[in-house]
């Protein structure tokens, strides 16, 4: 070879990887970039179209806090028909150790919106949707928003007796656990709904599978029933690190879970583990609070429950229930409920 084929080959080279480089840069990922440094969170970052089918490894999660990878990941596998997935990777945003910026929040959300009417449970969003429009700074993200398809608002079952509101109609019935026959006589009315108290199970549980759960669920009701008194299961709804809500109690009956009078008109929802800080304690997963979180806003629109009626068990009772782990979320999910606040402080009317 003589020396300008060299030369040439060599130059050659340079400007491929010269081109290479300042391709990555455009890329919306984690290339090219110095260590450390963080892609910027953007409407064209998330949204870049789809390059091809070796964009992103779908199967590995980005490391770090960082949203606008996460959010990216999230939009890639909504594209790929993959909306649950999508789901999953928007709740890191929403529920990393960080609370995201009300940016990342808003791309977040709309995502998450999207994926539910993709999977056909539009209504499952429509909270991320109207959250998503009033956090939004991007006015093209704003346009998404609006060009999505209208949501119908639910129809309203606030009456004690009717059968539960379609709203909670993704939770799994009770045939789906098996549990023993209801004790009748023991049971009250729930009369109307007007507050939501949030538990743990106290009970370490690493298992998402489906058994794991129904197995927790049939000895809850055993303790409630045999050394309570119950005639039932306390709670109305629990829910499994996957993120599963199952049906408890039947909502047309007076839960046994925040002793008492406190029952009154009270929907109680027991998240299964134990988050309580600690070495025997854990940390709600991702799924667990994704789906705590919609149950909670499906809830209080449905019976309009006010945000300062969200409680959890140690507002009403001196307990550790549920857990300093759960317990932020549980305030911040009050907090971030659309509905007004009360002039009654929080605290001042769980106190008494
Ligand atoms: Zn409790």
Same mark, same amino acid.
């Given at each position: 070879?003589?020396?300008?084929? %060299?030369?040439?080959?060599?130059l050659c080279?340079?400007?491929?990887?010269?081109?290479?480089?300042?391709?990555?840069?455009?890329? &919306?990922r984690?290339t090219?970039?110095?260590?450390?440094?963080?892609?910027v969170?953007?409407?064209?970052?998330?949204?870049a179209?789809?390059?091809?089918?070796?964009?992103? *490894?779908?199967?590995?999660?980005?490391?770090?806090?960082?949203? @606008?990878?996460?959010?990216?990941?999230?939009w890639?596998?909504?594209q790929r028909?993959?909306?649950?997935? #999508?789901?999953?990777?928007?709740?890191?945003?929403?529920?990393?150790?960080?609370?995201?910026?009300?940016?990342?929040?808003a791309?977040?959300?709309?995502?998450?919106a999207?994926?539910?009417?993709?999977?056909?449970?539009p209504?499952?969003?429509?909270?991320?949707?109207?959250r998503?429009?009033? %956090?939004? %700074?991007?006015?093209? !993200?704003? +346009?998404?928003?609006? *060009?999505?398809?209208?949501?119908?608002?639910?129809?309203?079952a #606030?009456? @004690?007796?009717?059968p539960?509101?379609?709203?909670?109609?993704?939770?799994? &019935?009770?045939?789906? /656990?098996?549990?023993s026959?209801?004790?009748r006589?023991?049971? *009250?009315?729930?009369?109307?709904?007007?507050?939501?108290?949030?538990?743990?199970s106290?009970? %370490?549980?690493r298992?998402?599978?489906?058994? =794991?759960?129904?197995?927790?669920?049939?000895?809850?009701q055993?303790? +409630?029933?045999?050394?309570?008194?119950?005639?039932?299961?306390?709670?109305?709804? !629990?829910?499994?690190?996957?993120?599963?809500v /199952?049906q408890?109690?039947? !909502?047309?009956?007076?839960?046994a879970?925040?002793?008492?009078? $406190?029952?009154?008109?009270?929907?109680?929802?027991?998240?299964?583990? $134990?988050?309580?800080?600690?070495?025997?304690g854990?940390?709600p997963?991702?799924?667990?609070?994704?789906?705590?979180e919609?149950?909670?806003?499906?809830?209080?629109?449905?019976?309009?429950?006010?945000?300062?009626?969200?409680?959890?068990?140690?507002? !009403?009772?001196?307990?550790?229930?549920?857990?300093?782990?759960?317990?932020?979320?549980?305030?911040?999910?009050?907090?971030?409920?659309p509905?007004?606040?009360? =002039?009654? $402080?929080?605290?001042?009317? @769980? #106190?008494?």
């Amino acid at each position: 070879m003589s020396m300008s084929v %060299l030369r040439r080959n060599a130059l050659c080279f340079a400007f491929c990887l010269l081109a290479f480089f300042s391709a990555c840069s455009t890329m &919306p990922r984690n290339t090219g970039r110095k260590l450390g440094e963080s892609p910027v969170l953007s409407f064209e970052y998330v949204f870049a179209p789809l390059r091809d089918d070796a964009e992103l *490894d779908l199967d590995t999660t980005p490391r770090g806090n960082e949203p @606008a990878p996460h959010l990216r990941r999230a939009w890639v596998l909504l594209q790929r028909k993959r909306p649950q997935e #999508a789901i999953d990777a928007s709740a890191l945003v929403l529920y990393g150790s960080e609370a995201p910026s009300p940016s990342a929040e808003a791309f977040a959300r709309y995502i998450r919106a999207e994926a539910f009417n993709a999977m056909g449970q539009p209504q499952d969003g429509a909270y991320d949707r109207t959250r998503a429009r009033e %956090l939004s %700074l991007d006015e093209r !993200l704003r +346009h998404r928003i609006d *060009d999505m398809t209208p949501v119908a608002r639910p129809k309203l079952a #606030a009456n @004690a007796g009717s059968p539960a509101p379609a709203r909670m109609s993704d939770a799994r &019935p009770r045939t789906e /656990w098996n549990p023993s026959a209801t004790i009748r006589s023991r049971l *009250d009315p729930m009369g109307d709904i007007y507050r939501i108290t949030v538990h743990h199970s106290a009970i %370490l549980l690493r298992s998402q599978t489906p058994a =794991a759960a129904a197995s927790q669920l049939r000895s809850i009701q055993k303790t +409630h029933m045999q050394t309570e008194g119950c005639g039932d299961i306390g709670y109305h709804f !629990l829910i499994d690190p996957a993120g599963r809500v /199952w049906q408890g109690r039947e !909502l047309r009956f007076q839960g046994a879970h925040a002793r008492g009078d $406190n029952n009154v008109g009270n929907i109680g929802i027991c998240v299964l583990g $134990n988050f309580i800080r600690g070495r025997e304690g854990q940390r709600p997963t991702a799924e667990e609070l994704a789906a705590l979180e919609r149950l909670i806003a499906s809830l209080s629109a449905e019976f309009d429950v006010k945000r300062d009626q969200v409680f959890c068990h140690s507002d !009403l009772v001196n307990t550790q229930c549920p857990g300093a782990y759960l317990k932020n979320e549980v305030d911040r999910i009050a907090r971030e409920l659309p509905s007004p606040r009360s =002039a009654v $402080n929080r605290r001042g009317a @769980a #106190a008494e």
